[in-house]
Nanobody
Framework: EVQLVESGGGLVQPGGSLKLSCTAS????????MSWVRQAPGKGLEWVSD????????YYADSVKGRFTISRDNARNTVYLELNDLKTEDTAMYYC?????????????RGQGTQVTVSS
């Protein structure tokens, strides 16, 4: 059974930073494409970023490019998302997901999420 557990969310002021973590189990993490998606209040899911199994291929949505950084540690079965220069529009529930193709905005296999709130 695929299990994904996110952590690291919280309340931060505009311009601040957070680092989200997602620990995976129940599948071969080192061969999986991993993804982060988010859902803002009252809106649908938005794809944020993907990372290939070896970290060779990384993709970002235009809305976060240059501010967010995705990474992974295959030895720890963990994928990270570093959020910098946060804006109020980044407020959302952030989910990590195991995906089979890139830029999937509605991945079925995702965790329970971690809340990021950007507010002064």
């Amino acid at each position: 059974e695929v299990q994904l557990v996110e952590s690291g969310g919280g309340l931060v002021q505009p311009g601040g930073s957070l680092k989200l973590s997602c620990t995976a189990s129940g599948f071969t993490f080192a061969t999986a494409i991993m993804s982060w998606v988010r859902q803002a209040p009252g809106k649908g899911l938005e794809w944020v970023s993907d990372i290939s199994p070896t970290s060779r291929n990384i993709y970002y949505a235009d809305s976060v490019k240059g501010r967010f950084t995705i990474s992974r540690d295959n030895a720890r079965n963990t994928v990270y998302l570093e959020l910098n220069d946060l804006k109020t529009e980044d407020t959302a529930m952030y989910y990590c997901a195991k995906v089979t193709y890139y830029r999937n905005a509605d991945p079925p296999q995702r965790g329970q999420g971690t809340q990021v709130t950007v507010s002064s």
